[in-house]
């Protein structure tokens, strides 16, 4: 078999952005993309300072999470290991995006130039096949192809290799077949300590570091939990830190909204209205609600005319199985509703909580953002749904006096499913931070975390308790209670798409060895580790 990958050596690189150049030269990327970039991390105190450049871009990796959620096949890997992306069947929803730990993943909506009129360059090469779509380093394939059709050596021959390779001043940069025992980059590996970007998240990335030169001093590398984390205030870079994700806005976040919103709240609306006439429209209420989601989602996407490519990838990625079961749910559902066939709602309140759970796996796979893809995501945003849904259901039933004797039992479900809730926001919290976290991540959960307690559960609470207590209020009291229940959810929601969406940031496994010294201890800006 054969795998390419690229070699950069931490020792070398002086940190010139050739390489930047050369590949968006190559590629015609907007200035506003770079495909191979290069950090400049500095991290220590006076006058025990280390300084290194690093470069990154899409490591093509052996299992690629971006491919995984991909919903339209437009992601996909070669035989040889590459990771490609088909301008054609991309809808732009940025999941790839937030499903790549190595923030490689770009997306322009429209044309941006170098200065104020585009040059002519600009002009002749640009790709309108790239707006509104994923786009990201391809390793310049088409120069391999090219090569191993005209007997080349890809990595030896500059017209076989990549350009930024090519253009490296300093020889850091080094790309060949991984899988070959005798090539370029497998003998450097060979001789040279190295090391992965985020190898603890099991991408098998097929860009490596060499950070302890053949005759340095360097320590064999050590596991990732054993590495010992620079403080954050020691480290003087830009763009390292991890950063708020961009492509994820309001509307996105209003797909979880009032998908957990409808969700829940037919589960509860669908059987109550077999018996409650006045309940009955509830149901239709709930249908809408998922569907003003599933429309600002639409309004998201940079190629809208392409949705229907959202159903071809239900094997692999949740946002297409989600698609599907909105499709099968909403005729389900309607017909349901329209029929009042007791065992179609039944399965109609199924196929909701599955929907539901199938947007908490979403956030789940997206593996770029830690605070979403640990696994008590899932359990939070299926109970938050379900307590949105009660609490709107119990503000509904309190609106018609004639069902006075079900305030009781609405309110307790409500009120159960709030303080589950409060128990699964609790424990998805000391998960996360035991797990490790961007730190503006933590502090943007910390800062909502005394208003979700008290608007989510010690203000109903109290509502309820005065509810029960009286009976001239309880209509008023229970509502207010229930709207706090939804609204605090819902709340949480937004927070965790909009403010703490923080991406992976970069991190090197070792400082590089610099003339005699040593390599230097791991640093992670920006991260907060247990």
């Known amino acids: 078999m054969t795998r390419w990958a690229m070699v950069a050596d931490l020792e070398r690189c002086v940190g010139c ?9 190559s590629n015609a990327t907007s200035p506003a993309v770079q495909w191979r970039k290069v950090l400049d991390i500095e991290a220590g105190s006076y006058p025990n300072v280390s300084r290194v450049f ?3 871009g899409c490591q093509h990796c052996a299992d690629p999470p971006c491919m ?3 919903p339209t096949t437009a992601t996909r890997q070669r035989a040889d290991g590459i990771v490609t992306i088909d301008y054609d069947l991309c809808i732009g929803c940025a999941y790839c995006e937030v499903a790549c730990p190595y923030q490689a993943r770009f997306l322009v909506h429209e044309p941006r130039y170098a200065y104020d009129a585009a040059t002519q360059n600009e002009v002749e090469r640009a790709d309108p096949a790239r707006f509104g779509v994923a786009q990201k380093c391809t390793f310049c394939s088409d120069r391999i192809d090219f090569g191993i059709e005209n007997d080349l050596t890809p990595g030896i021959d500059p017209r076989a290799t990549p350009a930024c390779v090519n253009a490296c001043i300093a020889d850091a940069l080094h790309f060949g077949d991984v899988d070959d025992p005798n090539s370029n980059v497998s003998r450097l590996l060979r001789e040279q300590h190295s090391f992965r970007m985020h190898a603890e998240l099991g991408t098998d990335p097929g860009f490596h570091y060499l950070y302890g030169g053949q005759y340095g001093s360097a320590p064999e590398p050590v596991a990732t939990a054993a590495i010992a984390v620079a403080d954050a205030g020691q480290i003087r870079a830009r763009g390292v830190e991890p950063s708020q994700q961009r492509h994820w806005d309001w509307k996105a976040a209003g797909n979880f909204v009032c998908g957990g919103i409808g969700s829940g709240l037919f589960v509860f609306a669908a059987p109550a209205g077999l018996g409650y006439d006045e309940l009955a429209a509830l149901g239709w209420a709930a249908l809408g609600v998922v569907a003003l989601g ?3 989602v639409w309004l998201k996407i940079g190629r809208p005319m392409r949705f229907i490519n959202v159903l071809r990838q239900p094997r692999r990625s949740w946002m297409a199985r989600e698609a599907w079961i909105a499709a099968v749910f909403f005729p389900l559902a309607g017909l349901a509703l329209w029929s009042k066939i007791p065992a179609l709602l039944g399965v109609a309140a199924v196929v909701a909580v599955l929907f539901l759970c199938s947007q908490a796996m979403i956030l789940k796979e997206a593996k770029g953002i830690p605070a979403w893809r640990t696994v ?7 109970v938050t749904g379900l307590a949105e849904g009660s609490g709107l259901f119990l503000a509904a039933v309190t609106q018609f006096g004639a069902l006075q004797p079900l305030f009781g039992p609405v309110a307790a479900i409500a009120l159960a499913l709030a303080g589950l809730r409060g128990w699964v926001w609790r424990s998805y919290q000391v998960a996360l931070e035991a797990e490790g976290a961007p730190t503006r991540a933590l ?3 910390r800062d909502y975390r005394p208003w979700f307690f008290i608007v989510g559960l010690a203000l109903p609470s109290a509502l ?6 009286t009976t001239t209020a309880a209509a008023v009291l229970f509502a ?3 709207l706090c229940i939804a609204s605090a959810g819902a709340t949480l929601k937004f927070i965790l798409i909009t403010r703490a969406g923080f991406n992976q940031g970069f991190a090197l496994a070792h400082m590089p060895v610099r003339g005699s010294g040593i390599a230097g201890p791991a640093v992670k800006p920006g991260w907060s580790i247990q």
């Open 17 to 25: 952005q050739t390489c930047t150049a050369a590949c968006r030269h």
């Open 54 to 56: 690093v470069p990154v």
């Open 68 to 70: 995984h959620v991909c």
């Open 294 to 296: 599933l429309f600002l």
């Open 376 to 382: 008590w995501i899932v359990p939070l945003i299926l």
């Open 443 to 445: 502090a943007a959960l």
């Open 464 to 469: 309820i308790a005065a509810g029960v207590a």
């Open 480 to 482: 207010i209670a229930g």
